[in-house]
C-alpha cells in the first residue's frame, strides 16, 4: 500500500469519525414546540393543553444503528461510510384534554400542525441558525375517553399524536424550535 492510498484511509476515516461525533453531539439535542394553555378542562368544550412541550433529547441507540463496535474485512471496507438512523420517532398520546357530550366522542378528530419559528411548515428550526430545519410528521393517535361525569352527561377525553423526525439533513447540532397547533373538532 502506497503512502497515499494510507494517506487516503486515514483522511476518510477522520472525516467519517468527525460526521460521527457531530450526529452523536447533534443527538444530544431537544426539540420543543409551543402549544396552548394548561388549564383543566372544566367546560364543554375547552380545551386543555400545556403551554410547553419538551421533546426529550435523541440518544445515541436511537441513531447507531450498532451498539457494538465494528471491525472491518478488508481495505475496501474503510470506504464504507457509518450507517445511522435518520427516523426519530416518538409518542405523546396525552397532549390535550377536553370535556364533550357522551354522545359527540365518536365524532370527534384533532388535527395537528407544526410550524418551525421560521415559518416553514412541518418543521422545527435550529435555535442558532433558525435556516437549519429538521423535517417532521405528525400522525393523530386515537381519542381516549377518561371518563365520565354521570351528573353532566359529558365524558373527559385526551388525544395525542406520533411525531416523526427525519434527521437526514440536518446541518446544526443544538435545541430546535417550533410551534404546535392543535384543533380538535367534530365530524
Same mark, same amino acid.
Given at each position: 500500500?502506497?503512502?497515499?492510498?494510507?494517506?487516503?484511509?486515514?483522511?476518510?476515516?477522520?472525516? &467519517?469519525?468527525?460526521? =460521527?461525533?457531530?450526529?452523536?453531539?447533534?443527538?444530544?439535542?431537544?426539540?420543543?414546540?409551543? !402549544?396552548?394553555?394548561?388549564?383543566?378542562?372544566?367546560?364543554?368544550?375547552?380545551?386543555?393543553?400545556?403551554?410547553?412541550? %419538551?421533546?426529550?433529547?435523541?440518544?445515541?441507540?436511537?441513531?447507531?444503528?450498532?451498539? *457494538?463496535?465494528?471491525? +472491518?474485512?478488508?481495505? =475496501?471496507?474503510?470506504?464504507? $461510510?457509518?450507517?445511522?438512523?435518520?427516523?426519530?420517532?416518538?409518542?405523546? $398520546?396525552?397532549?390535550?384534554? /377536553?370535556?364533550?357530550?357522551?354522545?359527540?366522542?365518536? &365524532?370527534?378528530?384533532?388535527?395537528?400542525?407544526? *410550524?418551525?419559528?421560521? =415559518?416553514?411548515?412541518?418543521?422545527?428550526?435550529?435555535?442558532?441558525?433558525?435556516?437549519?430545519?429538521?423535517?417532521?410528521?405528525?400522525? $393523530?393517535? $386515537? !381519542?381516549?375517553?377518561? &371518563?365520565?361525569?354521570?351528573?353532566?352527561?359529558?365524558?373527559?377525553?385526551? =388525544?395525542?399524536?406520533?411525531? *416523526? /423526525?427525519? !434527521? %437526514?439533513?440536518?446541518? +446544526?447540532?443544538?435545541?430546535?424550535?417550533?410551534?404546535? %397547533?392543535?384543533?380538535?373538532?367534530?365530524?
Amino acid at each position: 500500500m502506497s503512502w497515499h492510498q494510507i494517506n487516503s484511509c486515514k483522511n476518510y476515516l477522520l472525516t &467519517s469519525l468527525g460526521v =460521527g461525533i457531530a450526529v452523536l453531539t447533534w443527538s444530544q439535542a431537544a426539540t420543543l414546540a409551543q !402549544i396552548n394553555s394548561t388549564f383543566a378542562p372544566t367546560e364543554i368544550y375547552q380545551l386543555a393543553a400545556p403551554q410547553r412541550l %419538551t421533546i426529550p433529547p435523541i440518544a445515541q441507540s436511537e441513531i447507531s444503528l450498532t451498539t *457494538k463496535s465494528e471491525s +472491518v474485512a478488508s481495505q =475496501g471496507d474503510l470506504f464504507t $461510510p457509518p450507517q445511522f438512523n435518520t427516523a426519530i420517532v416518538r409518542e405523546f $398520546p396525552n397532549i390535550w384534554q /377536553m370535556r364533550v357530550p357522551i354522545d359527540q366522542v365518536s &365524532s370527534l378528530y384533532a388535527v395537528y400542525e407544526l *410550524k418551525a419559528e421560521n =415559518g416553514n411548515g412541518s418543521s422545527v428550526s435550529s435555535e442558532q441558525h433558525s435556516s437549519s430545519t429538521v423535517p417532521v410528521v405528525i400522525e $393523530p393517535l $386515537p !381519542i381516549m375517553e377518561i &371518563s365520565r361525569d354521570i351528573n353532566s352527561n359529558t365524558v373527559l377525553v385526551q =388525544g395525542g399524536f406520533r411525531l *416523526k /423526525m427525519d !434527521i %437526514t439533513n440536518t446541518q +446544526v447540532a443544538g435545541v430546535y424550535n417550533g410551534e404546535l %397547533t392543535v384543533v380538535v373538532d367534530r365530524r
